[in-house]
Antibody, heavy 118, light 107 residues
Framework: EVQLVESGGGLVQPGGSLRLSCAAS????????MNWVRQAPGKGLEWVSY????????YYADSVKGRFTISRDNAKNSLYLQMNSLRDEDTAVYYC???????????WGQGTLVTVSS | EIVLTQSPATLSLSPGERATLSCRAS??????LAWYQQKPGQAPRLLIY???NRATGIPARFSGSGSGTDFTLTISSLEPEDFAVYYC?????????FGPGTKVDIK
């Protein structure tokens, strides 16, 4: 059974940093691209970042480019999102999602809430 | 960036009725369109990919159609568990984008 479990969310002040993790199991992690998708409270879905299976290709949404860094450790079956210079508008539930055909999100974690507030 | 619009914003139906949801793209996305279902407090679930392909484990009452700029998700006969928000998403161009969603609620 495919499982994705996010962690690392919490309350952080504007300008602060946070590192999210996503632990994967139930599939060959190193064979799949991965993504982060977020959802602000009461709002729709927004794709945040993509990383290919070998980390050779990485993309970011314009809204986070230069502030967020996606990475993965295939030996640990883990995906990460380093978030710096956080803003109020980054407040959201952050989901990790497996990429089928890169950006068909076929499996999702349960999400982790990031709240940016003073 | 490709903008997706969904209509209607809310669809009020009774169990057993047919639901027809629309998604329109600001430019052609070929057949690279997916549909997701999201229930309150839960992560989205992939229903349909590449316009008409059902994802693993998705019941046959869910079907997708369309190409280019106009797409439809049809639920042939609503079950109680189908009342949720539905999002379309394109993967034709970077960045992948989502529509604003259609809420299917109980009439």
């Amino acid at each position: 059974e495919v499982q994705l479990v996010e962690s690392g969310g919490g309350l952080v002040q504007p300008g602060g940093s946070l590192r999210l993790s996503c632990a994967a199991s139930g599939f060959t992690f190193s064979s799949y691209s991965m993504n982060w998708v977020r959802q602000a409270p009461g709002k729709g879905l927004e794709w945040v970042s993509y990383i290919s299976s070998s980390s050779s290709t990485i993309y970011y949404a314009d809204s986070v480019k230069g502030r967020f860094t996606i990475s993965r450790d295939n030996a640990k079956n883990s995906l990460y999102l380093q978030m710096n210079s956080l803003r109020d508008e980054d407040t959201a539930v952050y989901y990790c999602a497996r990429g089928f055909f890169a950006t068909v999100f076929d499996y999702w974690g349960q999400g982790t809430l990031v709240t940016v507030s003073s | 960036e490709i903008v997706l619009t969904q209509s209607p914003a809310t669809l009020s139906l009774s169990p057993g009725e047919r639901a027809t949801l629309s998604c329109r793209a600001s430019q052609s996305v070929s057949s690279y369109l997916a549909w997701y279902q999201q229930k309150p407090g839960q992560a989205p679930r992939l229903l349909i990919y590449d316009a008409s392909n059902r994802a693993t484990g998705i019941p046959a009452r869910f079907s997708g159609s369309g190409s280019g700029t106009d797409f439809t998700l049809t639920i042939s006969s609503l079950e109680p568990e189908d009342f949720a928000v539905y999002y379309c998403q394109q993967r034709s161009n970077w960045p992948p984008t989502f529509g604003p969603g259609t809420k299917v609620d109980i009439k």
